[in-house]
């Protein structure tokens, strides 16, 4: 189950790149928003997001740009007409896309078929492998994916990023945000390692609070580690560029994980 729920977390923050182009002509290249107008397209798509999902045949709601800067971009199947709407919400345009089902693609390269990602690695760990807290409550185990290295800029802390619900569930319950800071990370995770301690590969350092019930728009967690402990590489995909770009609509993506 945690699994398909970290699955489904990462088809949530990458959903939006894999859409094909709305309906009707192409566009011009969108101007770039700033931080502000981006926060401020958030605070309008929360405000009416459960008004639009209450819409018959609305699959999801995000933020996209078009030639004017921010829109609203709705998501509805393929396969049935599209949702009635209102043209606008406060100050953002509706866009409507047309999607399917998502489903995992076959690699154009052969990979391993995902065991190697659930099994033991050596350090320093690559990512995109099985990981997660060394906790086992009422003989019940876990796991994960250990998600990408980082550095934090303001410390220097090595470490990488993962998911709360990952590194931060704690016990009686497996709740997330209720894992102590400082709690130990193991590889693999629990779950893929008969419920015995794994090799320790960094602790809790801090999380993103998930708000049961309320608006949430990440599920992540900084584990601090060390350079012997973890590596920049993503198992199956390599290691990730350091100049990152804005994604384009339609534009490949990749996912390695447990």
């Not at 399917?100 to 693609?105: D, M, S, V, Y």
């Not at 052969?110 to 350090?123: E, I, K, N, Y």
């Not at 100049?243 to 996912?255: A, C, H, R, Y």
């Amino acid at each position: 189950m945690r699994n398909r729920i970290m699955a489904y977390g990462f088809l949530f923050i990458l959903c939006m790149y894999l859409l094909p182009g709305p309906t009707g002509a192409a566009d011009p290249a969108p101007q770039r928003p700033s931080a502000e107008d981006y926060r401020e397209a958030v605070s309008v798509q929360s405000r009416h997001e459960s008004e639009i999902f209450r819409v018959p045949g609305v699959r999801g709601v995000g933020i996209g740009t078009d030639a004017q800067g921010l829109s609203l971009s709705v998501l509805y199947h393929r396969d049935g007409p599209p949702p009635t709407l209102a043209s606008r919400f406060e100050n953002l345009t509706v866009r409507l896309y047309p999607v399917g089902e998502f489903r995992a693609l076959t690699a154009p390269v052969p990979r391993d078929g995902g065991a190697a990602h659930q099994t033991f690695q050596p350090l320093p760990t690559p990512m995109g492998v099985s990981g997660g807290h060394a906790l086992i409550c009422n003989n019940f185990c876990t796991g994960g994916t250990l998600g990408f290295k980082v550095c934090d800029a303001s410390s220097g802390q090595v470490g990488y990023i993962t998911n709360n619900h990952v590194a931060a569930s704690g016990c009686p319950n497996f709740c997330p945000n209720s894992a102590p800071i400082g709690t130990a990370q193991r590889q693999p995770g629990s779950i893929d390692n008969g419920c015995l301690a794994a090799q320790n590969i960094g602790s809790l350092s801090r999380f993103v609070t998930i708000s049961d019930g309320g608006l949430n728009q990440v599920d992540a967690a900084f584990v601090a580690s060390s350079d012997a402990q973890v590596s920049s590489t993503i198992l199956d995909i390599g290691i990730p560029t350091t100049s990152p770009v804005d994604p384009p609509l339609n534009g490949s993506v990749m996912k390695s994980g447990r």
